[in-house]
């Protein structure tokens, strides 16, 4: 009995094949177009997204030597609030995709944001920015020619990149809560769409689709042997699952280009006054769940830009030997606010710098300084979420291809004050997404999946607690200085 996972990222998808005892047996990956029609701009053909998808899905089945017809089940997870907008009839987009990047309608939140800000915040636990669909949906309804009058009489399809693949699979037109929660469109409390948000942006309900459990089966999959598709989850949530953060209080933190650091916070929604975001997190049934979500703009990033913007590192992974050269930072602190500051600062005029240089100052000390930003932001992260929440987090799971450093893990160990755990197989979004497919058609049950992700890596915090104090209060003060400065 095998389960795969199609896990639709920004610039590429994977699919995993898992086997009976949830072992990544078949593994398969390809990329897609990028597209910048203009500054800001970010698109992506949803054409090629499926066919994409539909190829690497049957590579892994290939490679796990299983037959797309003998598959228990397919979850599906996806890159959040990108945005897709489809003629019903034909299946054809009616305009490239708009992805979760694009800032073209920047200003048209700026607008909204100082009269509608408190309600839609209150209604869907998030600010109102370009990041998330609905002025994304309303842009493609005022520019394609015809697409309004359309899609109120229910001739389009409106979805993120979940619901356009379980589309083009099945037939249905359906999403989950975690995506819906992302749309600024969605009730999170009362799980539906809200009428009076659909006015705001001038979309027609009749283009929305049907939102269902995380975990359900929702048809089969002709194009894949007729195995059902039992699984939809937007990657970040899928992630906390993959994680096995199932209880109130867990939390995992995914380092990739960005990080996101998400805690589970039960049955109960918790908004935040800390900078963070109120979000769904993967449901089994219609019971709602919730999560708090903090967004770091620059986190594997700051890793890329040390090996092509100042050139100290060759490869990614050679900064771990160039921090690894001495024992400290020298007293420099690199705070890289290239695209402003995330959470919890929110602050987008915030410029990137590289504070307390000296004659001294080496290229391993801006390259292990430049590793522990990682880490610091991570860690103001953390720190608002357990204000908002009131519960300690005991333990940060973790993935995502920086948690490959020993030396960051264990620095954001000592920073917390509190156990890192890596697992074994760090692909936590594909897992979730094929743990939740599985659960719906019964492969395994969720005691299955208790305790630490397998072969976990536990990184235990340290005996510094003075040194990092002193620390902290360097970055805070760095992270001021930063703010403060206006070129």
Avoid at 41 to 57: F, G, M, N, P, S
Wanted: net charge neutral; proline share 5%.
């Amino acid at each position: 009995m095998s389960v795969l996972a199609i896990d639709a990222g920004t610039t590429g998808v994977t699919a995993l094949v898992l086997d009976a005892e949830r072992r990544i047996i078949g593994r398969a990956y390809d990329e897609f177009t990028q597209h910048y029609p203009q500054p800001g701009w970010v698109e992506h053909d949803a054409q090629e997204v499926w066919r994409t998808a539909l190829h690497v899905a049957r590579a892994a089945c290939k490679a796990a030597k299983v037959r797309p017809g003998d598959l228990a089940a397919i979850g599906i997870t996806n890159q959040r609030e990108t945005t897709v907008l489809w003629d019903r009839a034909t299946g054809v987009p009616v305009h490239n995709a708009i992805v979760w990047q694009d800032r073209r309608t920047a200003g048209r939140c700026e607008k909204l944001r100082r009269r509608h800000q408190k309600t839609v915040q209150a209604r869907t636990g998030l600010v109102l920015d370009p990041y998330f669909c609905a002025t994304k949906l309303e842009w493609l309804l005022q520019n394609v020619d015809g697409a309004a009058a359309r899609a109120a009489a229910g001739e389009l399809a409106f979805g993120t990149i979940d619901t356009w693949l379980a589309w083009k699979l099945t037939g249905r037109h359906v999403t989950d809560p975690t995506n819906a929660s992302r749309t600024l469109l969605w009730d999170i409390h009362q799980s539906r769409w809200d009428n009076e948000l659909c006015d705001l942006f001038g979309v027609p309900e009749a283009v929305l689709p049907e939102v269902v459990p995380s975990s359900h089966v929702i048809g089969p999959a002709p194009e894949l042997g007729g195995a059902p598709v039992a699984g939809l989850v937007g990657d970040q949530q899928a992630a906390l699952f993959g994680q096995r953060c199932f209880e109130a209080g867990q939390a995992k933190n995914t380092y990739g280009t960005g990080c996101f650091l998400l805690q589970h916070t039960g049955a109960t929604p918790v908004r935040s006054r800390n900078g963070l975001l109120t979000t769904r997190a993967a449901s089994l049934d219609a019971a709602p769940q919730y999560a708090l979500e903090g967004s770091i703009f620059i986190g594997g990033a700051v890793i890329q830009w040390l090996r092509d913007g100042l050139k100290i590192i060759d490869s990614a992974p050679a900064v771990n030997d160039r921090a690894a050269e001495g024992e400290d930072t020298g007293g420099v602190v690199v705070v890289p606010a290239f695209s402003g500051l995330g959470a919890p600062y929110w602050d987008p005029e915030a410029r990137g710098a590289i504070l307390g240089i000296t004659r001294g100052t080496s290229r391993r000390h801006i390259a292990r300084a430049a590793l522990e930003s990682i880490a610091f932001q991570s860690a103001d992260v953390l720190a608002a979420m357990e204000k908002d929440s009131g519960q300690r987090i005991p333990e940060l799971r973790v993935d995502g291809g920086a948690t490959r450093s020993d030396l960051l893990m264990q620095f954001q160990a000592d920073l917390l004050q509190r156990p890192v755990v890596r697992p074994a197989d760090v692909e936590s979004t594909g897992l979730g997404a094929a743990y939740l497919a599985g659960l719906a058609v019964g492969a395994w049950r969720l005691d299955d999946l208790a305790g630490d992700p397998p072969g976990a890596v536990r990184f235990a915090p340290g005996g510094r607690k003075k040194e990092i104090k002193v620390r902290q209060k360097t970055w805070v003060s760095a992270v001021a200085a930063v703010r403060r400065y206006k070129p």
